[in-house]
């Protein structure tokens, strides 16, 4: 039942509805095109769905035990040592900028280093542990063996497109990122919204952990997950795209795969940051699709949606139950860096008994588009 599933939400991604202007269509359609194109690859093994597959809400979903952090690269053997975050409702992240407050928020990728959807676009193609082509003229030169790609390129971007390899590549980093802007990656269709609209009832569960999500007293979910000021409000991406440390370890068994050695840094590794109070931050990710999209953090450290509860619950609680990781019945390992961890918000709620752990997570879960609520099922 499971693959047939994935088979035909694979399909839905080739079956856009039309939009008003046919310019837009047919950018839409030529990113969609280019999104599931292997060619773009050095070993034409890989294309952006390979890390992020249409039948797993856009989340790499071929990788087994730890391999299951990080995605494989073209070449067949090279681990990354971030995990592949959910395309889903990432056209809603807004360009990388330094808030009036002095926190910095948005920009693609966990870093921020890539200031739109386009620019994000550019990068895995180039990368020699994802996709491994050498430079945009090698890419350029892959899209010109197409005859659908020429024409369509010169139809949406100009008869010159082609004339420099930097302006055909940011091209084909545009209408990627048009096709990542389509209702497919943005539905808002989760029970959350159907509940919104009267089209679903929550389970009791589900309730109690919305109030206490929303809550400015059991929890301090919304500080960051939050990004209109009232609660409940239709649209509502579960995110404020601001960045924090929140202490995650380190995930020891993936680096012993990968071989990498040096530090994540995070934001301080963003090419106009250069503030030492920033290692160790990530941008805040979204919660909708959060409970189908796992392994959780920047590096995939934990594989379960509840341990990820505790984990921020740990902060709370002086029980000694709750300083122990549930996945590896030890106690949660240190944090990776040190600094700059975001006490203030972590220590914000009281500690929360199993009932309220499990009420959380049935709220979350309630954010699953309706395309992938069949993932829920399977995990049962």
């Known amino acids: 039942m499971r693959n047939k ?10 079956s856009l509805p039309l939009a008003a202007s046919s310019a837009v269509v047919e950018k839409e359609q030529l990113g969609q095109a280019l999104f599931f194109d292997t060619a773009l690859s050095k070993n034409h093994t890989q294309s ?22 990080v995605s494989l690269g073209d070449d067949g053997h090279s ?37 739109t959807l386009a620019d994000q676009a550019e990068g895995p193609p180039l990368n020699p542990i994802e996709m491994g082509m050498t430079s945009a003229a090698e890419v350029v030169a892959r899209l010109k063996l197409n005859p659908s790609y020429v ?50 009832t929550f389970t009791d569960e589900e309730e109690l952990g919305r109030t ?18 009232t609660p409940n409000r239709a649209g509502e991406v579960f995110t404020n ?20 050695k040096v530090l994540d840094e995070g934001l301080f590794q963003h090419p106009d940051v250069n503030d030492p109070a920033q290692r160790g931050k990530f ?30 619950n740990k902060f709370n609680s002086k029980a000694a139950k709750r300083q122990i990781n549930p996945e590896t019945g030890e106690p949660w390992g240190d944090p990776e860096i040190p600094e700059n961890i975001s006490m203030d918000l972590l220590t914000l709620g009281p500690a929360l008994d199993d009932r309220r752990v499990d009420a959380l997570v049935a709220f979350m879960k309630t954010l699953t588009d309706k395309r992938y609520e069949f993932l829920l099922e399977t995990d049962q």
């Open 241 to 260: 795209f601001e960045y924090h440390n929140i202490g995650v370890p380190e995930n020891k068994a993936l680096r012993a795969m990968n071989g990498v």
């Open 79 to 115: 681990l990354g040592d971030r995990n592949a975050p959910t395309v889903t409702y990432t056209a809603a992240i807004p360009p990388f900028h330094l808030k009036t407050s002095g926190t910095y928020a948005g920009g693609l990728f966990l870093d921020g280093r890539a200031a």
């Open 5 to 14: 599933c994935i088979f035909a939400l694979a399909s839905l991604a080739f």
């Open 48 to 69: 952006c769905a390979t890390c992020h597959q249409a039948g797993q809400a856009f989340i790499d979903g071929r990788g087994k035990g730890v391999a299951a952090a």
């Open 212 to 229: 206490l999500f929303f809550s400015q007293q059991f929890t301090n979910c919304n500080q960051c997950h939050q990004l209109e000021t």
């Open 151 to 200: 024409q369509s390129f010169k139809q949406l971007y100009g008869e010159a497109v082609f004339a420099d390899a930097e302006t055909a590549y940011k091209a084909m980093a545009d209408a990627i990122a048009a096709f990542e802007r389509t209702e497919l990656f943005n539905p808002y269709d989760s029970k959350y919204d159907r509940e919104l609209r009267g089209e679903y």
């Open 283 to 312: 941008r805040t990710s979204t919660l909708r699709n959060v409970a189908v999209t796992g392994p959780y953090m920047h590096n995939g450290v934990f594989k379960d949606l509840r341990t990820v509860v505790l984990f921020y």
